[in-house]
């Protein structure tokens, strides 16, 4: 009977505590659940968040694609419009020939050539038939590059047509451009034009066929690279053995000479600089205005002190050191310092015109620059070694630094 007592007892005891047990599960669940609610809510809100967040990242950024889309937009429809203004000619190559208008040359200017397109076939690279300079008596202000009749011409940066015209005896069928960057480019000697004026290009876009049309020996492309009107060799902006620019960004400083104004524009310490002949000139005349002498202009031009000039004749002047005419010392040219820079203004029609030259050191030699087209694998120690250099003068040439990315094809100055 005790035993009988005592497991009912212990049943009993059993029962109840599951029953309480059971009614403090049922008591805890409800907690339990709405906890889990609370954070799956949150979840989602944080889910909501991020997605909201990325949304307007997306928006932010496509307005941002958008905006640089309408300013290239903007710049192609109205290309350098900062340096030449409302100015748009349709009949003169340089457009602010015969205007009253002159024009106002920034102290310095970046050009950017990282988009050029080279302006013939690749397999015609480096056929220069006829360079920048003086050439029979005249002033040749471009680059004549080899090429057949047919031959596909194609722009070298974007840009849009400011001019297509004939010239009998000069040009022949050429177009011009205007380019966003404050270039205009040329292109004389074309059998036939693909686009007409104001017509919106690309670089790399066909704009022409080459020919043998107006002033020409032979079927060649002559290509001229301008800036606010004053022809700039092409040459010290191209490189055009490998056909790319010599740098990304190309910087013009405006200079003067012997504090005269003057639209000669330089890159380098050291330039070659042309006199374009006006009615009154004297060879004393053009001395004094550029800090020289009469026997130096002679010996560089092949002149006699009584050699007769003829109007429009262009006479080289000295670069670097120079020799002043009233001592016999040598002294360096005004501004022979291009980071001295001052502000100027200039008549479109300025007498001087720059043929920006390889550097040279003053007094030696004029040396021919050595440059190198980056290949995959190089380094700038390895061009350095290879070229006999060091990799601060690479620096130096190139206006980069030891941790530089060098990009394939770019061309980098060795000597």
Not at 14 to 19: C, D, F, K, M, R
Not at 65 to 74: L, Q, Y
Request: proline share 3%; hydrophobic share 35%.
């Amino acid at each position: 009977m005790k035993i009988r007592a005592l497991l009912f007892i212990c049943c009993t005891t059993i029962l109840v505590s599951a029953v309480e047990a059971k009614a403090q599960e049922d008591k805890e669940a409800p907690k339990q659940v709405v906890y889990i609610k609370k954070m799956d809510k949150r979840v989602s809100e944080l889910m909501a968040d991020r997605v909201g967040i990325r949304k307007n990242m997306e928006l932010k950024e496509l307005a941002t694609i958008n905006e640089r889309a309408m300013e290239a937009k903007e710049d192609l429809m109205f290309p350098a419009d900062e340096l030449y203004g409302s100015n748009w000619e349709n009949q003169w190559v340089d457009p602010f020939r015969g205007t009253t208008a002159k024009v106002n040359f920034p102290d310095s200017f970046a050009i950017d050539c990282s988009s050029f397109v080279y302006p013939i076939a690749i397999d015609s690279m480096a056929r220069i038939t006829s360079k920048y300079g003086p050439r029979r008596r005249r002033m040749h202000r471009g680059i004549d590059l080899k090429v057949l009749i047919g031959d596909t011409i194609r722009a070298a940066f974007d840009g849009k047509v400011r001019i297509k015209n004939f010239e009998r005896r000069g040009y022949g069928n050429y177009l011009v451009i205007r380019h966003p960057n404050g270039l205009e480019t040329v292109y004389g000697h074309l059998s036939k034009a693909l686009v007409q004026p104001n017509d919106i290009v690309h670089a790399g876009d066909p704009i022409a066929l080459g020919g043998n049309t107006g002033r020409s020996t032979g079927s060649h492309l002559h290509f001229e690279t301008r800036f606010l009107g004053q022809a700039i060799n092409p040459a010290e902006i191209i490189d055009f053995e490998n056909g790319v620019p010599h740098q990304d960004t190309y910087v013009f400083h405006n200079v003067k000479i012997n504090g005269r104004r003057s639209n000669i524009y330089t890159s380098s310490s050291d330039r070659m600089v042309y006199h374009r002949v006006k009615s009154g000139d004297t060879l004393g005349k053009i001395a004094r205005i550029y800090g020289t002498s009469v026997n130096e202009l002679c010996r560089l031009n092949g002149l006699k002190g009584t050699s007769v000039l003829r109007i429009g004749q262009s006479i080289r002047c000295s670069a670097g050191a120079v020799t002043s005419s009233k001592g016999g010392k040598s002294k360096p040219t005004a501004s022979a310092s291009v980071k001295q820079t001052v502000k100027t203004t200039v008549a479109a029609d300025a007498a001087a015109v720059a043929s920006i030259n390889q550097a040279s050191k003053a007094g030696q030699q004029e040396a021919t620059p050595v440059y190198h087209r980056v290949k995959s694998g190089d380094t700038l120690g390895a061009i350095a070694a290879k070229y006999g250099t060091t990799v601060s003068k690479l620096c130096e040439l190139n206006g980069i630094t030891k941790t530089t990315i060098l990009k394939l094809g770019r061309a980098l100055r060795c000597s």
